[in-house]
């Protein structure tokens, strides 16, 4: 019983963690279209803000496996909370002196601090209970970690994207004291909710100090990197985690400015349905808003509607083999982006929305089907999995040089082939019942 009670204490402390890192990642796609502005960048340039904050899964994952391996997950996950808080805490200067190349640095420690949490927590949800139950833990701490990616469009919109932002030259005829005033604005509206992150991480990281987590994976583990490199499955499985992030990244990074290219806010503010959710979630008035901040209320509904879709998947995989539901999801995924490129209006726009339903149970099932089989070189499997996760850095940044060039509708077919090799990956294993 007392076991059991301690399970069950440590899993929901790992679940908020799912929930914080989720957060934390979609709040960052907020401060691409005001950094885009601020600092008069590309979309190529803006997508670089991803390329430094998934570059980090790129180049610390196996280091952090190798860190977890000598301090111990319980030290791991404090020492990656910590970084996270630095993380939040240098946005404060970034914001003050209007640097972007301090807003880099920020966003690649921040990322670091969740790079070590995400070796550490993913294999350690799996192991937490009865073998049988492995998959359903992982499924609802994925479940939380998208309810945190749901909630922070809405704090984006509210906190970051919610005032108007002034070019460089409307900034040029000011007086140095309304210069002054606007800045220090400006500033204010990243500074407090990074600042209050920094602190919410800092007590997470004392409750985790004073926890007692039950030792349960053994770092001793026999075989290599290249040992795991050998099971080709894994191979491809780290290809689709690549694939899987970078394309729902790079969706959900460019939606606000995807929409206020197809000239939605007067089609939302026409529509009394679009503007009542927009009114009933913004404090101001759909008038008074900010264009992005009216596109961006909608942000909320590609992320949350993962969420419904992890727990609904969470079935699916238990009555039809996880790789065919894989297939049938990546399959419906790029149906819906086929159909927002084709039309216009609300139609394009709820249809690329709801491609965030489809992506729900994709880490999971591809993370899954990918070390299954393979014994003891799970948890390195697990790092380079993590690894895998750079797709979130390349992908974006290239998605939003072809929208530079020819387009986001154009771009979008850019998207489509990364979903088109999840599809063959699914049905590749759409024969297996996964086991963990």
């Not at 570059?55 to 020492?79: D, E, M, N, Q, R």
């Not at 993380?87 to 970034?94: D, K, M, Q, R, V």
């Not at 420690?109 to 790079?115: K, N, S, Y």
């Not at 154009?410 to 063959?424: D, E, G, Q, R």
Request: proline share 3%; aromatic share 14%; hydrophobic share 55%.
């Amino acid at each position: 019983m007392n076991q059991q009670k301690s399970y069950r204490s440590s899993f929901i402390l790992l679940t908020i963690l799912f929930f914080l890192w989720g957060f934390i990642t979609v709040l960052v796609d907020s401060l691409i279209p005001r950094l885009k502005e601020l600092f008069t960048l590309t979309y190529f340039q803006a997508g670089m803000v991803q390329f430094a904050f998934f570059g980090a899964y790129f180049i610390l994952s196996i280091p952090a496996s190798f860190i977890l391996s000598k301090i111990g997950y319980k030290k791991g996950i404090i020492l990656g909370l910590c970084t996270m808080a630095l993380g939040c805490l240098l946005f404060y200067p970034a914001a003050s002196y209007r640097e972007f190349s301090i807003f880099m640095v920020a966003y690649f420690i921040l990322a670091g601090g969740i790079t070590i949490l995400q070796v550490a927590a993913n294999p350690y949800v799996a192991v937490l209970g009865t073998e049988e139950g492995a998959s359903s833990r992982l499924n609802l701490s994925q479940a939380f970690n998208s309810l945190g990616t749901a909630i922070a469009p809405i704090i984006g919109a509210l906190f970051i994207l919610s005032d108007k932002i002034k070019t460089t030259d409307e900034i040029a005829i000011l007086t140095d004291s309304e210069k002054g005033f606007y800045l220090a604005t400006e500033a204010s509206a990243v500074q407090k909710p990074f600042v209050g992150l920094a602190i919410f991480i800092f007590i997470i990281a004392g409750i985790f100090f004073f926890a007692k987590l039950p030792k349960l994976i053994n770092d001793n583990v026999v075989g290599s990197y290249r040992d795991a490199l050998k099971h080709k499955n894994l191979v491809m499985g780290i290809l689709g985690i690549f694939f899987y992030v970078g394309a729902e990244v790079a969706i959900g990074s460019y939606l606000v400015n995807y929409f206020l290219e197809m000239n939605m806010v007067e089609v939302i503010k026409q529509n009394d349905f679009m503007k009542a959710i927009v009114e009933g979630i913004l404090s101001t008035g759909i008038t008074e808003s900010d264009s992005k901040a009216i596109v961006g209320v909608f942000v909320t509904f590609y992320w949350s509607g993962a969420m419904i879709g992890r727990f609904a998947g969470a079935y699916l995989t238990k009555i039809i083999k996880p790789g065919k539901v894989l297939g049938m999801f990546a399959a419906i995924a790029i149906l819906l982006i086929l159909i927002s490129i084709g039309t216009t209006g609300l139609v394009s726009m709820w249809s690329i929305l709801a491609v965030g339903l489809f992506n729900s149970i994709m880490f999971p099932t591809i993370f899954t089907l990918a070390i299954d089989g393979i014994g003891t070189l799970k948890p390195k499997a697990s790092g380079m999995l993590c690894t895998a996760i750079v797709g979130g850095a390349i992908i974006p940044p290239l998605f939003g040089f072809l929208s530079d060039e020819i387009g986001f509708k154009s771009a979008l077919f850019f998207v489509i082939v990364c979903y088109t090799y999840i599809l063959y990956f699914g049905f590749r294993n759409s024969k297996k019942q996964v086991t963990i």
